[in-house]
Nanobody
Framework: EVQLVESGGGLVQAGGSLRLSCAAS????????IGWFRQGPGKEREGVVC????????WYTDSIKGRFTISTDNTKTTLYLQMNSLKPEDTAVYYC????????????????????????WGQGTQVTVSS
């Protein structure tokens, strides 16, 4: 069974750090576009950072540049999101998602994935940043 499971969320004070993990089972990230998305209270789900090995490119949304870093492990079965200098506006449910590469750039993947109803999604992990 193909599955993505996030972990690592929690409550942290502003300025703190968290590291989210997303474990894949039933597949590896080879030839998949992958990324982290979030949905804050009353907001639409948005792409935060996405990675395409085929395009050899990573895209970060402006609000998290310089603070968040995406990475994978050597087996390409775990995706990470290192979040530093957290702000209250980063409060959201964070999701990982993956879909087979189709030649799109990671920016496009980040922007369209929440609306396509395709690929694989995790169940989400809550991140709460207190001021």
């Amino acid at each position: 069974e193909v599955q993505l499971v996030e972990s690592g969320g929690g409550l942290v004070q502003a300025g703190g750090s968290l590291r989210l993990s997303c474990a894949a089972s039933g597949f590896t990230f080879d030839d998949y576009a992958i990324g982290w998305f979030r949905q804050g209270p009353g907001k639409e789900r948005e792409g935060v950072v996405c990675l395409s090995e085929r395009a050899d490119s990573t895209w970060y949304t402006d609000s998290i540049k310089g603070r968040f870093t995406i990475s994978t492990d050597n087996t390409k079965t775990t995706l990470y999101l290192q979040m530093n200098s957290l702000k209250p506006e980063d409060t959201a449910v964070y999701y990982c998602a993956a879909d087979r590469e189709d030649g799109s750039l990671p920016r496009s993947f980040c922007r369209t994935m929440p609306y396509l109803g395709v690929g694989h999604w995790g169940q989400g992990t809550q991140v709460t940043v207190s001021s």
